[in-house]
């Protein structure tokens, strides 16, 4: 293992200049080391007339951890938070249809929709028992499928999910309601690194490079967000009346400074499971799995080893 990180490590300073001035060469290389070090490998399967890309790593013999991300994302947001668990868990974080490079076609993208496409997915790996992880409105995707199957689901986490109307209105959902954009779709190039501010307290450090390069293909996805996040909020299922049906052990973790989806949601949410575990990290923005995927993920390995 030393003697691959080495190699990718000297690989990568040889063509330093190279990458930087090709962005996507550059994301590329990245994406590659990041994926050798959680064990991961790329896949894809055809589901329904969708071809659905993901990830999968550790033993096949393992519990299945299934990671779902959120809204304008991809699976590239578990890469570092799985490290830790590919040695003992299989792992899978998949693209979720309309997302990452998963198919995109004009359909419907709801949450109930898009909880059915992922058990479909499930049954085509063949996977009969699974941990569920989602954030944001993959949590809310992760509460539903939970509800529905219970039989399936060994335990729920939801990192800062959608879905439930919080006490507090959270900053964003404020901010639509008085008519200005949405802050998590990008418009223009400036709009990205409001972005990253808005979605995390510290952001990821970025070369203006890359960050020109997010925000381009962000404005390419502008219109297919603006739709789906439509479609979120008029086909919206509340979880208030799903979450007592969930059997399985359930995480709620939340950063405390979300603007997103505003942490009160716990008060809500709380009462209604049967099992509740809850982690509020400081400091920490709406994507703790990509603000601080260490901790993030001692907080998951403590969940799953009964700690909390």
């Not at 830790?84 to 076609?105: C, M, N, Q, W």
């Not at 699974?130 to 939970?146: D, K, P, R």
């Not at 509800?147 to 964003?172: C, I, W």
Request: aromatic share 8%.
């Amino acid at each position: 293992m030393k003697k691959l990180l080495l190699g990718l490590i000297l690989l990568l300073a040889a063509t330093a200049g190279t990458l930087y001035l090709s962005p996507p060469l550059l994301i590329g290389s990245m994406r590659f080391v990041e994926r050798q070090l959680a064990g991961l490998s790329p896949r894809e399967v055809q589901v329904d007339g969708l071809t659905i890309h993901y990830y999968e790593g550790g033993p096949a013999t393992g519990e299945t951890l299934l990671m779902i991300h959120g809204f304008g994302a991809n699976r590239d947001n578990w890469l570092r938070f799985a490290r830790p668990f590919t040695s003992r868990y299989h792992v899978i974080a998949l693209d979720l249809p309309g997302f990452g490079e998963s198919s995109k076609p004009d359909a419907l993208y709801d949450v109930a929709t898009q909880s059915e496409r992922l058990h479909a997915f499930v049954k085509a790996l063949k996977v009969d028992k699974l941990h569920l992880i989602g954030n944001s409105m993959g949590g809310h995707i992760a509460a539903l499928y939970a509800a529905r199957y219970p039989e399936q689901v060994l335990s729920v986490a939801l990192f800062d999910n959608a879905g439930v109307t919080s006490p507090h209105k959270s900053e964003m959902f404020a901010m639509i309601e008085r008519g200005e954009p949405n802050p998590l779709v990008v418009r223009q190039a400036e709009d990205f690194g409001k972005l990253m501010e808005f979605v995390f307290v510290t952001p990821p450090p970025l070369p203006d490079a890359l960050k020109q390069h997010f925000a381009e293909q962000s404005m390419a996805n502008q219109a297919h967000y603006d739709a789906i996040f439509t479609q979120l909020r008029e086909r919206y299922v509340p979880l208030e009346p799903e979450l007592p049906k969930i059997q399985a052990p359930t995480l709620l973790l939340w950063g405390d400074q979300d603007r997103v989806l505003d942490v009160s949601s716990i008060d809500v949410m709380k009462p209604l499971l049967r099992k509740p575990s809850v982690v509020i990290m400081k400091d920490c923005g709406h994507a703790p799995m990509l603000e601080r995927p260490e901790e993030a993920a001692q907080h998951y390995q403590d969940f799953l080893d009964g700690k909390l």
